[in-house]
Nanobody, 126 residues
Framework: QVQLVESGGGLVQAGGSLRLSCAAS????????MGWFRQAPGKEREFQAA????????YYADSLKGRFTISRDNAKNTVYLQMNSLKPEDTAVYYC???????????????????WGQGTQVTVSS
């Protein structure tokens, strides 16, 4: 069982940056692939990025075009999402997710993940 708690969301102006954090419970964090998703009102949950259990491989949604970076610190049981050049359309609730796998490639569907955080709101003003 893994419990995930996101933080770092807030209100930011267009063009600004935020770094989201997701803290995980347990001593087996390093065995989990981690992902970030977001969900805007009235829309489906959308994949953003994933990182392999050892942090060696990352996988991103094509739409991000290099604006977001996922990373992790296994010593701190934490995964991050650095978001730069934010746009109003990035406004959403952002969720982290975990699955006990080693790889991140192609881990872009929410059904692939077993554990979810409660989400953190990101609002980008124009």
């Amino acid at each position: 069982q893994v419990q995930l708690v996101e933080s770092g969301g807030g209100l930011v102006q267009a063009g600004g940056s935020l770094r989201l954090s997701c803290a995980a419970s347990g001593r087996t964090f390093s065995m989990y692939t981690m992902g970030w998703f977001r969900q805007a009102p009235g829309k489906e949950r959308e994949f953003q990025a994933a990182i392999s259990s050892n942090g060696g491989t990352t996988y991103y949604a094509d739409s991000l075009k290099g604006r977001f970076t996922i990373s992790r610190d296994n010593a701190k049981n934490t995964v991050y999402l650095q978001m730069n050049s934010l746009k109003p359309e990035d406004t959403a609730v952002y969720y982290c997710a975990a699955v006990r796998k080693a790889y991140a490639q192609a881990m872009g569907e929410s059904r692939m993940y077993d554990y979810w955080g409660q989400g953190t709101q990101v609002t980008v003003s124009s």
